[in-house]
């Protein structure tokens, strides 16, 4: 079974603070994904990559930046939290073009305050 | 870049009725199509997914419907039951990325 497993499940922190959300696939998949979860807005694409090293920007990346330093792990980091980056942040794996399914983790919840 | 709309928002069947939910995508060279459904408190399970080969796809109660001429794509779900409550999303790739692009979500809600 496709496993992505994320931490921390909740996060609170304070306005102008660093946050770190980790991911970790044992997929071996090279494709990864960090997307957030706002309602209206559905699924919105943060951050991927394609393979350890790399990293891609997607429809919303401003105010964070993406790690890949492994097969296995993708962090997303927020160097200066804001009010505005609370929502639900999912992590996903995937095997690549036209392969289909995406596997996500449980969410990573992050309230700033 | 790929804009995917989806509608309704919001839907509540009744147990045993049908549930239809569209999305309407931009980009004509889309070539991968994926339905997904999300329990309360969990990660996006993929439901169904089709190439833009194929126009109809039915599997264990749903039908997804694709025309790529209009840019649709579509889930009808037949004999609804409560256990299908959830949010389902559509999503969208091309041919020569990895990108995808969710929909906004329908909250599906399933009465006894």
């Known amino acids: 079974e496709a496993a992505v497993t994320q931490s921390p499940r909740n996060k609170v922190a304070v306005t102008g603070g660093k946050v770190t959300l980790s991911c970790n696939q044992t997929?071996?998949?090279?494709?990864m994904y960090w997307y957030r979860q706002d309602t209206g807005h559905g699924l919105r694409l943060i951050h991927y990559?394609?393979?350890?090293?790399?990293?891609e920007k997607g429809d919303i990346p401003d105010g964070y930046k993406a790690s890949r330093p492994s097969q296995e792990n993708f962090s997303l980091i927020l160097e200066l939290a804001t009010p505005s980056q609370t929502s639900v942040y999912f992590c996903?794996?995937?095997?690549?073009?036209?392969?289909?399914?995406?596997?996500f983790g449980e969410g990573s919840k992050l309230t700033v305050l | 870049g790929e804009q995917v709309e989806q509608r309704p928002p919001h839907l509540s069947v009744r147990e045993g009725d049908s549930a239809f939910i569209i999305c309407t995508y931009t980009d004509s060279a889309t070539a991968y199509f994926y339905w997904y459904k999300q329990e309360p408190g969990a990660g996006l399970q993929l439901l169904m997914s089709?190439?833009?080969?194929?126009d109809r796809k039915e599997e264990q109660g749903l039908t997804v419907l694709l025309n790529k001429k209009d840019k649709r794509l579509s889930l009808n779900l037949t004999a609804a039951h409560p256990g299908d409550s959830a949010v389902y999303f559509c999503a969208v790739s091309g041919p020569n990325t990895n990108k995808v692009v969710f929909g906004t979500g329908t909250r599906l809600q399933v009465l006894p």
């Open positions: 990559s394609y393979g350890a090293g790399s990293t």
């Open positions: 997929n071996n998949h090279n494709n």
């Open positions: 996903a794996s995937g095997g690549g073009t036209g392969t289909g399914q995406l596997y």
């Open positions: 089709v190439f833009s080969n194929v």
